[in-house]
């Protein structure tokens, strides 16, 4: 691995995390969760047993997503709404996405 390979993937590394903190800090806010953002695993289930969200937030979920990272959220998708990490990956396959089509 070269310098400038190093160098890259801890950018990736640090973008990932600050893209991370963001979609925590949203889902505290717009949901208006009693608990610190730091509280929410980036692999714990958003809903069923997991933070236990219900079809209103998953609305209130997707209007946000829409206004913060510019991501629609359609029925089909309703995947990435798994956990966090699955939020943020999604989140950065669009964005290489848009950027490659650039």
């Given amino acids: 691995m070269t310098d400038a390979d190093l160098d890259a993937a801890l ?23 009693p608990i610190p953002p730091a509280w929410i695993t980036d692999d714990q289930p958003l809903f069923g ?18 206004a913060e990272f510019g991501i629609a959220v359609y029925e089909e998708d309703r995947a990435l709404l798994g956990s966090v990490a699955a939020f943020v990956d999604r989140v950065l396959v669009t964005r290489a996405e848009t950027e490659d089509a650039s």
């Fill in 11 to 33: 950018v990736h590394a640090a973008y990932r995390h600050e893209l991370t903190s963001r979609v925590k800090s949203m889902l505290v806010e717009r949901l208006e969760l």
């Fill in 49 to 66: 047993r997991g933070l236990e969200l219900d079809s209103l937030d998953a609305l209130e979920l997707t209007m946000g997503i829409d």
